[in-house]
């Protein structure tokens, strides 16, 4: 949604109607926020907050917008489920 391209080299890698792309920041409201409080669950998910289940991942390095395609290069770190580890690139092994 963000980028509009295709990791199959669909449209020869160029963006597919590049103008519906939306920013991270909106991709991430649509991922999280937006069906939280659609749902009427937004007092469980869809934020990390004190009381909510935090289901997150961890990534080396910052996100910046405008995102640039090096965050394909990213690798995660820690995955947490309902605020516990479940996943530690430090002891991936």
Request: net charge negative; charged share 25%.
């Amino acid at each position: 949604a963000v980028f509009r391209t295709s990791h199959s080299g669909f449209n020869d890698g160029k963006p597919w109607h590049s103008e519906q792309s939306v920013t991270f920041a909106q991709a991430l409201y649509a991922y999280t926020q937006g069906p939280a409080s659609t749902t009427d669950w937004g007092e469980v998910i869809g934020s990390i907050s004190v009381g909510k289940w935090a289901d997150f991942v961890v990534i080396d390095g910052k996100i910046r917008e405008p995102l640039s395609k090096d965050i394909y290069d990213r690798k995660v770190q820690m995955t947490y489920l309902a605020g516990r580890e479940v996943y530690s690139a430090d002891h991936d092994n």
